[in-house]
């Protein structure tokens, strides 16, 4: 377990750790023509003061931005747990998907070693982590293979407790337990994470005697990383979870700050909506300079995705809502997608993620000396190169004419990772107020899961599978 060396609490530390978000090249005054005009952003003020008091108004269904608050409570539970299963367990095997998959992928990536599994037990401490988020065979065969099942915990987390795809992990996974262990023996192989009341989950948890853990009224699948649904798997890998939400504290401060010019995440919000209503942004590219924060942008994708892709019938017709987030990784992308970046439409806004100081240093040794055009790297660092890619690649975008800006995380630690997470949820829920849109709800995913359900024949959905059947293509037409 990680030992908390900082006093999170003291306010020359928060500073020196405090996420910092340079908007500068949002503007007209960086990129030109298709920046925003600071007038644009004086005209939204009071579009931002009401999102901020509409916001504090939907507290219920924002009890995420409490977590900090709430689950201090529950560390302790969490952490024995955890210690169950880093003694007895070579594997941790999370069993979810959407919300309940992405934040345990990201936290990982983030805070681990970035070969966690392949460093070993005596090295990390930790059992070997996957989070098996998907339910291609394959995936499921692949990972049977390589886990001993004697060694492995498994936890189940699903807020509804019956997505199909969990569920069907579920089923596989029990039986595989049941036949080895007996009913009894499950409880030492599965951990469940899921609604107090709500869901099949509850009951085969009771069942089986299972050590359960609750996610908490208000807190949907995708800004759940901060409860269980998070916090254990993070606590089984060995990460410092007072830290993360010490962070998400001291963010969730910041942005409560009345003067939206000050406060990150309303701020961001108002850019984010800007850019889309004035600037044909309908593009939000995340760019992370980090390899440690690749998942952050996955994680990121689904919050801005599935809380902002809306529709609004209205008299005048349907509305429709949202930015279609796109992930991208410095600097390995800029080989990729940056030229599409500076030469392409103007239709995106470009997010960058810099790290200042990483984990690790490693120098660019002396080897080519007598060739010039490669000398010139010896004598730097990886560190060093991969931030002056960073700026170059901002300062190519910006010279384009292209919108952008750049978070800035001094570190990438629990109380970093905890500040971002917080700014991005909070980010996302104020847009959705600027956007008059309910950005907690996702009816489209769960259309998708009721067809899912019809098809598969679960009872209950006759009605939805006749409209299937209906609403099929019946001369169906193929390119090959
Ligand atoms: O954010 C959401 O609500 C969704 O993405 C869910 O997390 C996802 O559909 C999985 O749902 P559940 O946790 O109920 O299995």
Redesign the pocket.
């Known amino acids: 377990m990680t030992l908390i060396t900082r006093n999170y609490s003291s306010p020359n530390v928060r500073n020196s750790l405090r996420v910092r978000v340079d908007y500068n090249n949002m503007l007209k005054t960086a990129v030109g023509e298709h920046g925003i005009d600071e007038k644009e952003l004086e005209a939204m003020q009071p579009r931002l003061v009401s999102a901020l008091e509409t916001a504090e108004a939907k507290r219920d269904m924002m009890r995420w931005r409490d977590l900090y608050k709430t689950m201090p409570q529950l560390v302790n539970q969490i952490i024995d747990t955890a210690a169950f299963v880093r003694n007895n367990a070579e594997n941790f095997v999370v069993l979810?998907?959407?919300?309940?998959a992405l934040g345990p992928i990201a936290m990982q990536q983030a805070i681990c070693h970035l070969h966690h599994n392949d460093l070993g037990k005596e090295k990390t401490g930790s059992p070997r982590i996957f989070v098996e988020d998907n339910i291609d065979p394959e995936r499921m065969a692949a990972l049977l293979d390589v886990i001993d099942i004697d060694r492995t915990v498994f936890n189940v987390?699903?807020?509804?407790g019956s997505?199909s795809e969990?569920m069907a992990q579920l089923l596989i996974i029990t039986r595989i337990l049941i036949d080895r262990f007996g009913e009894r023996g499950v409880r030492d192989h599965l951990i469940a994470t899921t609604d107090k009341e709500k869901g099949n989950l509850v009951g085969i948890a009771k069942k089986y005697n299972l050590r359960t853990f609750i996610v908490p009224d208000g807190v949907?699948?995708?800004f759940s990383e901060l409860c269980p649904v998070g916090l254990l798997p993070a606590a089984v890998s060995g990460i410092d979870i007072r830290a993360l939400l010490a962070g998400a504290e001291y963010m969730d401060g910041l942005c409560s700050e009345a003067d939206p010019m000050k406060n990150p995440a309303l701020m961001l919000a108002g850019l984010e909506v800007l850019a889309m209503e004035n600037h044909g942004a309908n593009i939000g590219v995340l760019m992370p300079y980090a390899d440690s924060l690749k998942y952050m942008a996955d994680w990121y994708a689904?919050l801005w995705a599935?809380s902002l892709g809306k529709k609004k019938i209205t008299e005048n017709g349907t509305l429709r809502f949202g930015q279609t987030p796109v992930k991208s990784l410095g600097v390995t992308d800029q080989h990729s997608q940056v030229q599409l970046y500076t030469d392409g439409p103007f239709d995106k806004t470009i997010t960058f993620i810099g790290v200042e100081k990483f984990r690790r240093e490693v120098g660019i040794p002396h080897a080519f000396d007598d060739i010039p055009g490669v000398a010139f790297l010896s004598g730097h660092s990886l560190n060093e190169l991969i931030n002056a890619e960073r700026v170059a690649t901002e300062h190519a975008v910006t010279a384009s004419g292209h919108m952008n800006k750049t978070i800035i995380l001094p570190e990438v630690n629990e109380f970093t990772i905890g500040q971002l997470i917080m700014l991005f949820e909070l980010q996302t829920a104020f847009a959705g107020e600027l956007l008059g849109i309910d950005a907690f709800d996702?009816p489209g995913?769960e259309e998708g899961k009721n067809a899912t359900y019809a098809l598969l024949g679960k009872p209950g959905y006759d009605e939805k599978l006749k409209e299937l059947k209906n609403t099929a293509v019946k001369d169906k037409k193929y390119i090959i």
């Open positions: 979810g998907i959407g919300g309940s987390i699903t807020k509804s997505t969990t949907g699948g995708r689904q599935e996702q995913v």
